[in-house]
């Protein structure tokens, strides 16, 4: 398993953009599928993206056409580009990572497929 740390949460107002990034320590991270996912108390964590090798990217519904999804390798670090924000966006945001090989199309979007995850960081979307 790796170490993760997100950054780059705060607070926006609606309409406007964040980019949250995580760091990866531990396994080659270019052999890692990375996720995102939030959480709002009270309610189960919600799949936002992922990205499995460089160019293979999912969406939750409810952010496609407003997140991108990218990886820099020689960094170890997952970037999630978020546009467009919504006050419904609020939340703590999540990086996850699992083997490659561990994960499908079909699994990619499940919070129980990853092995390690961050301790989160904040999103605040003012309306």
């Known amino acids: 398993q790796e170490q993760l740390v997100e950054s780059g949460g705060g607070l926006v107002q609606a309409g406007g953009s964040l980019r949250l990034s995580c760091t990866a320590s531990?396994?080659?991270?270019?052999?890692?599928?990375m996720g995102w996912f939030r959480q709002v108390p009270g309610n189960q964590r919600q799949f936002v993206a992922a990205?499995?090798?460089?160019?293979?990217?999912f969406y939750g519904d409810s952010v496609k056409g407003r997140a991108t999804i990218s990886r820099d390798d020689a960094k170890a670090t997952v970037y999630l580009q978020m546009n467009t924000l919504k006050p419904e966006d609020t939340a703590v945001y999540y990086c996850?990572?699992?083997?490659?090989?561990?994960?499908?199309?079909?699994?990619?979007?499940?919070?129980?497929?990853?092995?390690?995850w961050g301790r989160g960081t904040q999103v605040t979307v003012s309306s």
């Open positions: 531990g396994r080659p991270f270019s052999t890692l599928a």
């Open positions: 996850a990572s699992a083997p490659m090989h561990k994960l499908t199309v079909a699994t990619m979007s499940r919070s129980s497929e990853y092995e390690s």
């Open positions: 990205i499995r090798g460089s160019i293979t990217t």
